[in-house]
T-cell receptor, first 114, second 108 residues
């Protein structure tokens, strides 16, 4: 079974803090994704990565950055947290294009910015 | 990015009833996925569909890949209280697109 692990289930941070959300997958997947999920808006793609040190902006990258130093780990960084970044953050990974066409999700990190 | 049209947005049903929901898109997809998300948890994959017309079951759940490749359907038979949650679809063409979810409440 694919396992996608997000390091924190709940986080409470203050406005202006730098926040790191960590995600690790154990299936040697090339592709990893960060989404935020808000009521009525569904899943929105923040950033994705298709290889180590490679990253691409998604639909809403503003205010975020990412890091992919190792294949199994994809980090989402909020450089200066703001209250409008309060949300549920979901990490996902996907196998090679010739294989699985499925995204597997972590359990999510619910972030509150005060 | 594109959002898929998923309906209904919410459903309140009696235990034992069958449930149907669907997703439609303006684009053709080569993959349709159905997930369930429990409150405070991440989405869990229920069914994956890869071919137009494909009908796949997972226990009481059955999903179909529409023949136009622009829609998909999920049915749950004989609902039980633990079916409660949010179900959402995802489709893949050049990238993944997600529906906004169907919230299911099962009344015992």
């Amino acid at each position: 079974d694919v396992k996608v692990t997000q390091s924190s289930r709940y986080l409470v941070k203050r406005t202006g803090e730098k926040v790191f959300l960590e995600c690790v997958q154990d299936m040697d997947h090339e592709n990893m994704f960060w989404y935020r999920q808000d009521p009525g808006l569904g899943l929105r793609l923040i950033y994705f990565s298709y290889d180590v040190k490679m990253k691409e902006k998604g639909d809403i990258p503003e205010g975020y950055s990412v890091s992919r130093e190792k294949k199994e780990r994809f980090s989402l960084i909020l450089e200066s947290a703001s209250t409008n970044q309060t949300s549920m953050y979901l990490c996902a990974s996907r196998g090679p294009d010739l294989g699985e066409n499925i995204q597997y999700f972590g359990a999510g990190t619910r972030l509150s910015v005060l | 990015g594109q959002q898929l049209n998923q309906s209904p947005q919410s459903m309140f049903i009696q235990e034992g009833e069958d449930v149907s929901m669907n997703c439609t898109s303006s684009s053709i997809f080569n993959t349709w996925l159905w997930y369930k998300q429990d409150p405070g948890e991440g989405p869990v994959l229920l069914i994956a569909l890869y071919k137009a017309g494909e009908l796949t079951s997972n226990g009481r759940l059955t999903a179909q890949f529409g023949i136009t490749r622009k829609d998909s359907f999920l049915n749950i038979s004989a609902s039980i209280p633990s079916d409660v949650g949010i179900y959402f679809c995802a489709g893949r063409s050049d990238q993944f697109y997600f529906g906004t979810g169907t919230s299911l409440t099962v009344i015992p």
